[in-house]
């Protein structure tokens, strides 16, 4: 695609276009997540939404796609004849004191919001890491430290201003164009390219929340005190248990709840009291927090990493899973970190395309590749054998890069977002990082 073609399309487009073998393009084309190798035929970074508009028209005309990604935490292989569409400099946040509300660019990150919003008592429904970008978190979903209180982010979008596949503008709103207004709102990016969103904030002051960490040989007492603060929770409080060991040589395991309470101190002390039969953390940072250091709890990594993840759907924590989990916490490696959300709450009362979740926890369990594609796959396979899985509908965020999108999609949302994508895209000229069409 180079000499007249390059033209052409750098003529178009106000951003830098980089096609393989310029210099710059490597660095381009590769996403947040190190372990996917992404070759795309070019890459534009689009200066504004005209952008958007002149890159999805080139693609169509010359039977080409185009893969919007702000920044590549979600990266999946991507199909030959690609045009990966960089979307970082859409950068606009408006917003109104005195308005719970808010409208962002495709490439503002979560941390803009909260640091906007915190001052107001407000927040929106990021999750654990405040550098993913809004708009690709949304389009998925959006499984957030306050889903079990609001839902998932995408329950809370007014507006999405596109790119159709046609390549034309258009705002879509629950009244303007249901049918895509609903697939926007959890079915990732295979339906049009959002240049920005408009969604509502939630009242917020201060989050109690933080990270207490124990010694991995206290992980069967720690499991079991999770489990008992899960039964009680109300769905102001979220809690999350990790088993995690530092992959570096003697790296000594741990286990760590994350949590995060809408509430008084005093009150999340209370909750979180069965946690005292594990014995005192080794570390404890929980403390009142505005909502723009929600970051902090977990410390996710910033920098991009190879990072693989699976996460599976639990039906309970139940003796068994426990078991083997606290088995887990023993023999980690090659996995570097299990992760067991809390879910519930008004999770079970999520809309759009993303719909509810029917399960009470899911696990993520992580390896780092160094070497070997997959290093941790048979861990993996092992410990998900010996767990209470319901195969039900993941999170679309969460799915890994060799999953397909059916995989977060109850067999008529399916259905549904397929047909969309049929009448609104045949050709398939917007490329999500998980195709519904498989
Ligand atoms: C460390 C870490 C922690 C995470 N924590 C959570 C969590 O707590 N909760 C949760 O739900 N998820 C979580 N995720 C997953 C994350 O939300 C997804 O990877 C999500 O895709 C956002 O990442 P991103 O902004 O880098 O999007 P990208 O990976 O850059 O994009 C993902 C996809 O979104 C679509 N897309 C993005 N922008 C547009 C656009 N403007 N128009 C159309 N389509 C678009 C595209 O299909 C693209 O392939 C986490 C991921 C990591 C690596």
């Keep these: 695609m180079r ?15 980089l096609l393989p073998g310029d210099a710059g393009y490597e660095a381009a084309r590769t996403p947040w997540n190190l372990s996917v190798d992404q070759r795309v035929d070019a890459v534009v970074e689009a200066a504004h939404a005209d952008d958007v508009v002149a890159a999805v028209r080139f693609a169509r005309e010359r039977g ?27 950068d606009e946040v408006s917003f109104e004191p005195g308005r719970a509300a808010i409208r962002v660019g495709a490439g503002v990150p979560w941390s803009r919001v909260q640091e906007v919003a915190s001052p107001h008592g407000l927040t929106g429904l990021l999750g654990s890491a405040p550098h993913t970008s809004v708009v690709g978190y949304t389009l998925g979903g959006g499984l957030s430290w306050f889903s079990r209180r609001w839902g998932r982010a995408s329950d809370h979008v007014t507006a999405f201003d596109v790119v159709t596949a046609d390549g034309e503008t258009a705002r879509v709103e629950a009244e303007s164009d249901p049918e895509l207004f ?9 339906f049009a390219i959002v240049t920005a969103m408009e969604f509502g904030l939630q009242e917020a002051g201060l ?5 207490m960490m124990w010694p991995g040989a206290k992980a069967a007492a720690v499991l079991a005190a999770f489990r008992e603060v899960t039964w009680n929770a109300p769905p102001e409080l979220t809690v999350w248990l990790r088993l995690f060991r530092p992959p570096v040589p003697d790296g000594e395991p741990m286990v760590i709840v994350d949590s995060a309470f809408l509430g008084a101190a005093h009150e999340a002390e209370r909750l979180l009291k069965p946690l005292a039969a594990a014995g005192a953390p080794v570390l404890d940072t929980r403390r009142g927090r505005r909502p723009a250091d ?30 083997a989990l606290a088995g887990a916490a023993r023999d980690l490696p090659p996995l570097v970190a299990v992760q067991i959300r809390h879910l519930d709450g008004a999770l079970t009362a999520s809309t759009g395309a993303a719909g509810p979740i029917g399960d009470p926890f899911l696990i993520s369990m992580m390896a780092v590749p160094f070497g070997p594609p997959e290093p941790g796959l048979a861990r993996r396979r092992a410990l998900a054998d010996a767990l209470s899985l319901s195969g039900g509908p993941k999170p679309f965020t969460l799915l890994a890069p ?24 045949p050709d398939r000229v917007v490329r999500s990082n998980h195709p519904v069409l498989g």
């Design 182 to 190: 609903w697939a926007l709102r959890g079915g990732g990016g295979d």
């Design 3 to 17: 000499d007249g073609i390059l033209d052409d399309l750098r003529d178009r487009v106000a951003g830098p276009v």
């Design 207 to 211: 989050v109690h929340g933080g990270q």
């Design 64 to 90: 080409l796609g185009v893969s919007a990604q702000p920044s590549g935490h979600g990266a999946a292989p991507l199909a030959g004849g690609t045009i990966l569409l960089r979307t970082g400099a859409l």
């Design 402 to 425: 060799e999953e397909a999108a059916a995989a977060a999609f109850a067999p008529r949302a399916l259905d549904r977002l397929r047909a969309i994508k049929h009448e609104r895209d």
């Design 294 to 323: 929600l970051g902090d709890i977990t410390g996710d990594p910033v920098d991009p990493s190879p990072l693989r993840a699976r996460t599976e759907m639990l039906t309970d924590l139940d003796d068994t899973t426990l078991y």
